[in-house]
T-cell receptor, first 112, second 114 residues
Framework: KQEVTQIPAALSVPEGENLVLNCSFT??????LQWFRQDPGKGLTSLLL?????REQTSGRLNASLDKSSGRSTLYIAASQPGDSATYLC???????????FGSGTRLSIRP | DADVTQTPRNRITKTGKRIMLECSQT?????MYWYRQDPGLGLRLIYY???????NKGEISDGYSVSRQAQAKFSLSLESAIPNQTALYFC?????????????FGPGTRLTVT
């Protein structure tokens, strides 16, 4: 069964720390992997998308990596800020985009 | 203006009622998706459409139907709502050209079935 897991479910860190969020998937035959941010009661905002042929993508203080062989992706957030507090979701897309599986998310809280 | 819009944003309805949720996009994307999100769970795919004449069931399509009225519009219907359909519903779009398929989401519709 294809599954996507995000551990931990919740994380609290002080402002300024660098942190890593994890996303694991059981089937490595992915097409792409996308990281999202979701604020309470809001929609999802796309952060980064990594194609299966890529190893990492960067946007500002965010860096996402992909290791298909181990079934893992990480989202690295540098110099965290209170405004980074949100739930972070990863989504794995399999071939032909007919199957998209989301993790249940990591709720991140940055303490001032 | 938002690229992906959903109406209504909130809806309370009774068991057995028919309800329609609507999604419109101005991104010019060919692919559209409907998801539901339940507390503590990730999003689950209900239906997806690759173009106006190509509609497919997702992981949890039972109890739902969809209509792709135009490339820009994709509606989700609950023929006879039941309480366990209470959830947050999201519409998303993506573009197949270029093979990227990056998804863009609407703001969501909070549906409560009493």
């Amino acid at each position: 069964k294809q599954e996507v897991t995000q551990i931990p479910a919740a994380l609290s860190v002080p402002e300024g720390e660098n942190l890593v969020l994890n996303c694991s998937f059981t089937d490595s035959a992915i097409y792409n992997l996308q990281w999202f941010r979701q604020d309470p009661g809001k929609g999802l905002t796309s952060l980064l998308l990594i194609q299966s042929s890529q190893r990492e993508q960067t946007s500002g203080r965010l860096n996402a990596s992909l290791d298909k062989s181990s079934g893992r992706s990480t989202l690295y957030i540098a110099a965290s800020q209170p405004g980074d507090s949100a739930t972070y979701l990863c989504a794995v897309m399999y071939s032909s985009a007919s199957k998209i599986i989301f993790g249940s998310g990591t709720r991140l809280s940055i303490r001032p | 203006d938002a690229d992906v819009t959903q109406t209504p944003r909130n809806r309370i309805t009774k068991t057995g009622k028919r309800i329609m949720l609507e999604c419109s996009q101005t991104k010019g994307h060919d692919r559209m998706y409907w998801y539901r999100q339940d507390p503590g769970l990730g999003l689950r795919l209900i239906y997806y459409s690759f173009d106006v004449k190509d509609i497919n069931k997702g992981e949890i399509s039972d109890g739902y139907s969809v209509s792709r009225q135009a490339q820009a519009k994709f509606s989700l219907s609950l023929e006879s709502a039941i309480p366990n359909q209470t959830a947050l519903y999201f519409c998303a779009t993506s573009r197949s050209a270029g093979g990227n398929y990056e998804q863009y989401f609407g703001p969501g519709t909070r549906l409560t079935v009493t």
